[in-house]
């Protein structure tokens, strides 16, 4: 009976070591959130210090990119690990079609959870639900309180709600970014007997561009413009120009706003960034700081003028490009702390959070863990980095190339080393004809039927688009 007692005991000792020794994970995904950062260079005034020391400390993609420029299918596409050409799902979708995608693949937090992760979430994660018992362990609900806004100052598109770039005097605790941190510290500060995955969205700088005063003030007096090309369009692709939001562009210029808006934009980073350090000092206080994990990305661009657009949207570098940061908190860890220049897709997350974790992942999961360039930035990333907009419509991402092709066949072609803007399209040149047939390898040899089902019509691109609106009109 005691030898019988001593194994149970020394089972389950073995069996809580085990799962004390995985590690947390804290998953920081930003909305809306380019380039525009002090790690990445993306605008001169940007004020980053909590991510830039975050970059620093980690491991910094320079030159990461979305799977899809749009909230809902970037996330879909981490999240269950799959590439919109496998698995459909090209544009914008309504929140009741996760409960079929549960029916067919396992979500990174569902992953976790049924693998003794406790899994708890605030702000936004997925673009739907977030209370599915599957997924979550807890998630966080937020108070609204009616926002506070500094007479006089910022831009507002008549009384639009969405349309509105323009200093608040709330308190800080009343916005719902300051809630989602507050309460991912308040998970921190909590006893845990099994690893967690501590998911906190960040909502800025989504639209509105709404922040606390405090982070306009430290702006200076006059915001530098982005580089702008005025004959900018005049070598793209008509499905391209489809994209473009000029409505937009049209009214700041018109309203001599756009100041006014890129001073809110990096306001609302700013205060993003704020947030994302309240977080990170609550870990490194916290008794996790020497078994934690942090992963940080946006979900896709911004436009900000550039090519005659404004918010996301497209296939160039300002709408695919985003910020991604992995740091190893781990005493033992042997991860680099430096920038790894090659191009890489977030597709990857999903494969490299469940290596970090020692879970195995379901077949259908796209990418490659990137452990071995967290190791070694140099070691070659054997997967191509793809960012799709509609069925058809495809770009591919290398170290130095952007090439995208339409669904029409119309193609684009860009050097960044020359042409870091995109401003010159290369694809009709002869002289890259190597180049580009390169670059076409990657291109998905086959790619799955839009799910027309829960379709948001707006967001509808590609092969599809002609088709699926005229089904709508007549339904």
């Known amino acids: 009976m005691k030898f019988r007692t001593l194994i149970f005991f020394s089972t389950f000792f073995l069996s809580s070591l085990s799962a004390q020794s995985a590690p947390n994970i804290l998953f920081i995904a930003i909305d809306d ?3 525009w950062t002090g790690f990445l260079g993306g605008h001169p005034q940007a004020q980053t210090p909590n991510m830039d020391s975050l970059a620093k400390e980690g491991v910094n993609f320079t030159n990461a990119h979305c799977s899809a420029p749009g909230c809902s299918p970037s996330r879909n596409a981490l999240l269950y690990g799959i590439e919109p050409f496998n698995s459909g799902l090209y544009p914008f979708y309504e929140h009741e079609i996760h409960q079929d995608l549960h029916q067919k693949y396992t979500s990174l937090p569902r992953l976790l959870k049924e693998n003794s992760y406790k899994t708890y979430g605030s702000g936004k994660i997925h673009h739907g639900p977030k209370d599915d018992s599957r997924e979550w362990t807890d998630y966080y609900e937020p108070k609204n309180f009616k926002r506070l ?92 120009k489809d994209f473009l939001k000029t409505r937009d562009d049209r009214q700041f210029k018109k309203d001599k706003a756009w100041e006014d808006v890129r001073r809110a934009y990096l ?82 997350i999903y494969k490299t959070i469940a290596d970090f974790a020692n879970i195995k992942t379901p077949k259908y ?96 691109q590609g092969a599809d688009k002609a088709r699926l609106l005229k089904k709508k009109k007549s339904s």
């Open 33 to 35: 959130m380019n380039d």
């Open 267 to 348: 306001a609302c980073i700013s205060w993003a960034d704020y947030n994302v350090g309240r977080l990170i000092k609550a870990l490194e206080d916290s008794e996790y700081a020497n078994n934690t994990i942090i992963v940080l990305w946006s979900d896709h661009g911004y436009h900000m003028g550039e090519k005659n657009t404004f918010r996301k949207f497209t296939l160039w570098e300002e709408s695919t490009r985003v910020p991604f940061i992995i740091k190893d908190l781990r005493p033992n860890s042997n991860l680099m702390s430096a920038n790894c220049t090659q191009a890489v897709s977030l597709i990857n």
């Open 149 to 240: 806004y500094a007479k006089g100052s910022g831009y507002q598109v008549g009384k639009s709600h969405k349309s509105s770039f323009r200093p608040t005097i709330s308190p800080y605790e009343q916005h719902l970014d300051h809630q989602f941190v507050d309460y991912g510290i308040d998970i921190l500060s909590q006893k845990h007997d099994k690893p967690f995955f501590l998911a906190v969205g960040i909502v800025k700088p989504h639209l509105p561009f709404n922040a606390p005063k405090t982070f306009f003030d430290a702006l200076p007096e006059v915001i530098i413009a982005p580089e702008i090309l005025n004959d900018d369009l005049k070598d793209v692709p008509k499905e391209a």
């Open 365 to 460: 999961v796209d990418g490659v863990s990137l452990i071995p360039q967290l190791q070694n930035v140099e070691e070659k990333i054997l997967y191509p980095t793809i960012s799709s907009w509609g069925r058809g419509n495809y770009s591919v991402r290398s170290d130095d190339w952007r090439y995208t092709r339409y669904h029409d066949g119309t193609e684009e072609l860009y050097f960044h080393k020359t042409d870091p803007n995109e401003w010159k399209n290369l694809a009709q040149n002869p002289e890259y004809k190597n180049q580009k047939l390169e670059l076409k390898k990657h291109l998905p040899q086959t790619e799955q039927q839009v799910i027309e089902d829960y379709i948001a019509p707006w967001s509808l």
